[in-house]
């Protein structure tokens, strides 16, 4: 079954060229959120305590979770794990973590945990933290914040199932709109 990238006109079946609305198209809403937050999560931490957002983000889960293993910090806070590695290597050669060998743990893990410093550092940004959550959530109702996440978590449930061919409950949304139609010969 072929598909195809037009529709047809309200006037009958003259076809119009399609393309992707990007302001409605949900990968590209998702991305340009992300990075602008990432952009100026990372000019926060670097200027006001010169650390990179990855820093600050292992340092948060540590605080969270407590003592982790480097394993527990990438994978449940879903970071890449040479970074992680590297960012480690970093934050402990600055005193704010110390890694030590977990004699308990079969695959030979370390624990990662908050030294003196890093949880000073940490407990110092906390409160600005909040604060700037709060400053981007500004005007929403917490309805309206628990739908954005119960949605997000919806769609990254919904991911694999991206590549399928067929797989329900498909939605009538299209992010689609008259294609530009001043064509180049």
């Not at 957002?53 to 292992?58: A, E, F, N, S, V």
């Not at 909040?130 to 997000?152: C, K, N, P, S, Y």
């Amino acid at each position: 079954m072929e598909k195809t990238r037009k529709a047809t006109s309200g006037t009958g079946s003259t076809p119009v060229p399609q393309a992707i609305d990007f302001e409605r198209y949900v990968p590209t809403v998702v991305s340009r959120l992300s990075m602008k937050l990432r952009a100026s999560a990372k000019d926060y931490f670097q200027d006001s305590y010169g650390i990179t957002l990855l820093d600050w983000r292992i340092m948060s889960f540590i605080a969270a979770e407590g003592p982790s293993s480097a394993y527990d910090i990438w994978t449940l806070g879903t970071l890449d794990k040479a970074a992680v590695s590297r960012a480690l290597r970093i934050l402990a050669e600055r005193g704010l973590i110390a890694i030590r060998n977990d004699r308990k743990s079969a695959r030979r893990r370390s624990t990662v945990a908050l030294t003196k410093a890093g949880r000073q550092l940490h407990d110092r940004s906390f409160d600005e933290i909040v604060l700037r959550h709060q400053r981007l959530v500004g005007g929403l109702t917490r309805e309206q914040i628990d739908a954005f996440i119960w949605t997000a978590q919806h769609l990254e449930g919904r991911i694999a199932l991206m590549a399928k061919d067929t797989e329900p409950p498909l939605s009538t949304f299209k992010p689609t709109k008259a294609a530009f139609s001043d064509e180049v010969k």
